[in-house]
């Protein structure tokens, strides 16, 4: 990710013909590393988001509203103290580093005007945002406290003076000459003589070798507004569009060009903010999906441990068939027993073989009977109710391996939140507990694509979804897929009354296997039948359904065109 010195500089640029002489309306901090300032100016209202994470540390404009925690952190509450109602001053960037400064002018208790700035400094993991105050040049606070036992080098901490981190012994990138320049020929050279440019770009400099000049004609480019910055995704196999971004940056880079798909954008906020909604949503999808996985697996692991179980006692239950035997020789033969007896040899009226029957030596011979009588019916009984109870656990099994499919295929993070509600409404997660984010019924929004033919094509991506399209959203004639004997989504194409040709079947089945646990395989079986021929069973889990008169055709999973 190149949100270098260079990046830094058209950022900075951007704000100050935005926001400079802005007015702070509101602070808000919707993650413990992320700031954002709803900004008033003459032009319009602006939302500023400011983010010291250690992967995604950066600053912009954005057009949404991220959802706030229902208590605002400490520090949040102290900016709100110090620069609600502050007008912005200036915003500039220190030397070819990647630290902005915002400059603000407020007034304190007693309604004398003070002057204080928000440092920004973009470091990867050492990213942090500090408010020092200018009169004292000393920290006010940080989003990020750094104490001796953290760096004894440098620490930023509440009183402290504020200290810029050590320079580099470089040559900063707005200070070349072209004797300098000359010597720019390789990537290595690049990084060892020049600071504030990122590896991606020390890759074009190098490239331009021939051209002498190219840094300044890019800085030329920001000051000019001419600049158009684009996003690189890394096309993935079997998909009609990329699914995460690869790269970003101002200006093309060669290495990337040719080998991925490119998008431009107007501005660089545009262009930052969609490519770490992408970098985001994709991350924090994981990692939440991952934690629901965790919970999922274990209930899994529970479940298959109980269906061997019960498999064992059933196998054991239908062995009883001695048991009965035992009791109907023994009351044949009890004029053969005295108590006392460890066991007894009769001879079997069924085949005349001899049968030796062991013996309680503290029973009578009769109570011997009754007793593998008595076991016998307990046998006969356990095998109904054993049966019963592998039935439901083999049904729970499927489920929570549905569940666990579509996490594995989770990449959004309210994909994961619908999954959750789910669980909880199915009683595997616990709710959770008022006073903190509460549950929220989960929207049913399935995925939709479009067909070669112009057929809309529907897709659960979750167990609710799935009975959603298939039991409230299918109407008569729509045909319904699934990838068989596997967990998968369900996929509905909307006919409209019309007849679906081989080639959308196939098409159609391509969706499926690609929204089933089998998307990374080759000649996936999928299952495809009119909607009129799959019914749920009452009292199913969600998602499950029974079907009949089914087809199947074997394809390689395609995602479709939205």
């Not at 032009?43 to 509203?65: C, M, P």
Request: charge should be neutral; charged fraction near 30%; hydrophobic fraction near 35%.
């Amino acid at each position: 990710m190149a949100f270098d010195g260079i990046v830094t500089r058209a950022a900075v640029r951007e704000m100050r013909a935005k926001i400079k002489q802005g007015k702070i309306e509101k602070v808000y901090q919707p993650e413990g590393d992320q700031l954002v300032f709803n900004i008033h100016t003459r032009e319009g209202d602006f939302r500023l988001l400011i983010s010291s994470g250690s992967s995604h540390a950066r600053v912009h404009f954005i057009k949404g509203s991220p959802v706030n925690p229902p208590e605002p952190y400490p520090f949040c509450m102290l900016l709100r103290k110090h620069l609600q109602g502050a007008r912005i001053l200036d915003i500039v960037q220190k030397g070819s580093e990647r630290i902005i400064e915002i400059l603000f002018e407020s007034l304190n208790e007693l309604g004398f005007t003070v002057n204080k700035k928000l440092i920004i400094e973009i470091m990867g993991k050492h990213s942090n945002v500090i408010l020092v105050d200018l009169s004292s040049d000393k920290i006010i606070d940080s989003i990020k406290r750094i104490s001796f036992d953290i760096n004894r080098v440098r620490q930023i901490l509440p009183g402290l003076r504020y200290e810029y981190p050590p320079e580099q012994d470089k040559i900063p990138f707005d200070a070349l000459s072209p004797e300098i320049e000359e010597r720019l020929t390789d990537a290595k050279t690049v990084m060892r003589l020049i600071s504030g440019i990122s590896p991606a770009f020390t890759e074009e400099i190098s490239t331009k070798k021939a051209k002498s000049g190219y840094i300044s004609e890019v800085l030329s480019m920001i000051e000019a507004d001419e600049i158009r910055p684009r996003i690189y995704y890394l096309s993935e196999e079997g998909k009609s569009k990329p699914r995460e971004p690869k790269e970003y940056y101002i200006v093309p880079l060669a290495e990337y060009e040719l080998c991925t798909e490119v998008r431009e954008f107007d501005s660089l906020s545009e262009c930052l903010e969609e490519y770490y909604n992408g970098k985001d949503s994709a991350n924090q999808g994981r990692v939440k999906a991952s934690g629901i996985m965790r919970t999922v697996s274990d209930a899994l692991n529970k479940k298959y441990l109980k269906k061997k179980r019960l498999s064992e006692e059933l196998l054991r239950a239908e062995d009883s068939d001695e048991l009965r035997l035992f009791g109907e020789l023994l009351t044949a033969n009890l004029h053969l027993v005295t108590q006392g007896l460890k066991y007894v040899d009769v001879v079997s009226y069924y085949d005349g073989s001899t049968v030796r029957i062991p013996l309680d030596i503290k029973k009578s011979p009769a109570k011997n009977a009754q007793q593998y009588y008595k076991k016998y019916g307990k046998a006969k009984t356990a095998i109904k109710e054993k049966q019963v109870q592998l039935d439901e656990n083999e049904q729970e099994i499927t489920y929570l391996e549905s569940v666990l499919s579509h996490l594995e295929n989770c990449s959004e993070v309210i994909e994961a939140e619908n999954i959750r509600a789910e669980l909880v409404e199915t009683g595997y997660i616990k709710k959770r507990k008022q006073g903190g984010y509460k549950d929220k019924k989960p929207k049913l929004e399935p995925l939709s694509y479009t067909l070669a033919n112009g057929m809309k094509v529907l897709v659960g991506r979750n167990n609710k979804e799935n009975d959603y399209i298939t039991i409230k959203l299918a109407q008569k004639g729509d045909i319904w897929l699934h990838a068989k004997d596997i967990p998968g989504s369900h996929v509905v194409v909307k006919t409209g009354g019309a007849e679906l040709d081989e080639e959308a079947i196939y098409e159609a089945a391509g969706i499926a296997a690609f929204h089933s646990k089998w998307r990374s395989s080759e000649n996936v079986p999928v299952d495809y039948v009119p909607i009129k021929f799959v019914k749920k069973p009452q009292a199913a889990k969600p998602g499950m359904v029974i079907f009949t008169n089914n087809r199947t055709v074997y394809v390689n999973p395609k995602e479709g065109e939205k």
